[in-house]
Structure formats: C-alpha cells, structure tokens
C-alpha cells in the first residue's frame, strides 16, 4: 500500500501556524518525491511544496518565506509547516508520492501516482 495519509489540518486564525504530517506505509523508489498539493473549493489543485528522498526540496511562489516542507526518512513521514497563515490559504490539502523525475515537474499533479485522502486547512477569525 503506497497511499501516504495525511493528518494535522485544523481551524486557525490568520497569521497562525499549523503542521501537516504525511505517513507513508512504504519507502520505494516509486515514493522518492512526496508534495505537498491543495484545493479550494471551485479552484483547482494547485502544488505547494515537493521534497525529494535525498533532500531536495521546491516551493510554490505563494508557500516561500512561509511554508516549509520536511522529512523524516526513519519515520516514511513528510511534514509541512506553514506559518503565517492567511484566509487564502483555506483548503484541503493532499500529500503525494511518485517516482524520480525533472525538479520542473515536481508541483505538477500529474507527476504523482499515489495520493492520500486529504485534510482540511481552514485559516479564519
């Protein structure tokens, strides 16, 4: 089972932090990337941050100076913390995983194969 689920999502006011947790059940070289994606609703989905096995890592312009993304290899397990928050940041996010590819197509939905099943990011006072 390589579906990573995810957890931490929460109501938050703005200028806020929160930490998103990815657990992934198994490390293989069909996971080495795990993103960070989020929806709104009536918007599309739309990729935030991306890190791969060996610590590379990429951000969305709207996540940088902000967002941060992480890993803990031991664990299979991929965090997001995002500080201040915003209401424009209101969505449900996903976490990702797919196989080795270019660095350019890390924020693209279509370049990971397993999702999880999303958790619900809401920022208001």
């Known amino acids: 089972q390589e579906h990573p689920a995810e957890s931490g999502g929460s109501l938050v006011p703005p200028g806020g932090s929160l930490r998103l947790s990815c657990a992934a059940s198994?490390?293989?070289?069909?996971?080495?990337?795990k993103g960070w994606f989020r929806q709104a609703p009536g918007k599309e989905r739309e990729g935030v941050a991306a890190i791969h096995r060996d610590g590379r890592t990429i951000y969305a312009d709207s996540a940088k100076g902000r967002f941060t993304i992480s890993q803990d290899t031991a664990k299979n397990t991929v965090y997001l913390q995002m500080n201040s928050l915003k209401p424009e940041d209101t969505a449900m996010y996903y976490c990702?995983?797919?196989?080795?590819?270019?660095?350019?197509?890390?924020?693209?939905?279509?370049?990971?194969?397993?999702w999880g099943q999303g958790t619900q990011v809401t920022v208001s006072s």
């Open positions: 198994v490390d293989t070289y069909s996971t080495s990337i």
């Open positions: 990702a995983a797919g196989p080795p590819q270019y660095i350019r197509n890390w924020l693209l939905a279509r370049s990971f194969a397993y």
